[in-house]
């Protein structure tokens, strides 16, 4: 069976700070795609990046940065220089590549809250 | 481009009544996946269409059930309402043949069950 984790429930850092989201993914498949995406309090949940299997170098994007390492089936998100606006619920999700659309497996969410 | 909508955006129902959410994806987009969020279970995947068949579908019990229609949108019915049945409900659609695991997804519908 697939699952995601995301051991943090909650997580309180002041602006400017960097904070690191974790993800545990457990998967016997071998190819697969994981993704991170953002909640803010309006409910929609913001596509932020995809990752396949087969692709673990690391991405910068801004001060957002996601480091993929399969041998510990990790894929942590990083928030450099945090800012007010990052404040929202955060989502690792897991989709097998076998599986067509939309069916993706999430994992419980971090709330990050960043206070001025 | 509009984004994903969906309606209504709060809900408020009795036990043992039933429900309709509707959901218009971003045009051009065929397929629509259901998720419903809760505290306690998080996100979870309901079902998906894709061309007005059910290609995908999770765990849940058949008082569940949605259908897509030829313009693409969707609804999803839940007969029976049971109080755990409340819960954020998140429709998102994504486009075949480019980048289909990038989901779009609307604001979603409360629903509140007393």
């Known amino acids: 069976a697939q699952k995601v984790t995301q051991a943090q429930t909650e997580i309180s850092v002041v602006e400017k700070e960097d904070v690191t989201l974790d993800c545990v993914y457990e998967t016997r498949d071998t190819t697969y795609y994981l993704f991170w995406y953002k909640q803010p309090p309006s409910g929609e949940l913001v596509f932020l990046i995809r990752?396949?299997?087969?692709?673990?170098q690391n991405e910068i994007s801004g001060r957002y940065s996601w480091n993929f390492q399969k041998s510990t089936s990790s894929f942590n998100f990083t928030i450099t220089a945090s800012q007010v606006v990052d404040s929202a619920v955060y989502f690792c999700?897991?989709?097998?590549?076998?599986?067509?659309?939309?069916?993706?497996?999430f994992g419980q969410g971090t709330e990050l809250s960043v206070k001025p | 481009k509009a984004g994903v909508t969906q309606t209504p955006r709060y809900l408020i129902k009795t036990r043992g009544q039933q429900v309709t959410l509707s959901c218009s994806p971003i045009?051009?987009?065929?397929?629509v996946s259901w998720y419903q969020q809760t505290p306690g279970q998080g996100l979870q995947f309901l079902f998906e269409?894709?061309?007005?068949?059910?290609?995908n579908k999770g765990n849940f019990p058949g008082r569940f059930s949605g259908r897509q229609f030829s313009n693409s949108r969707s609804e999803m019915n839940v007969s029976t309402l049971e109080l755990g049945d409340s819960a954020l409900y998140l429709c998102?659609?994504?486009?075949?043949?480019?980048?289909?695991?990038?989901?779009?997804f609307g604001s979603g519908t409360q629903l509140s069950v007393l």
């Open positions: 045009s051009g987009h065929r397929s």
């Open positions: 999700a897991l989709r097998m590549i076998y599986n067509q659309g939309g069916k993706l497996i």
């Open positions: 269409y894709f061309s007005e068949t059910q290609r």
């Open positions: 990752r396949n299997s087969f692709d673990e």
């Open positions: 998102a659609s994504s486009l075949e043949g480019t980048e289909p695991e990038k989901l779009f």
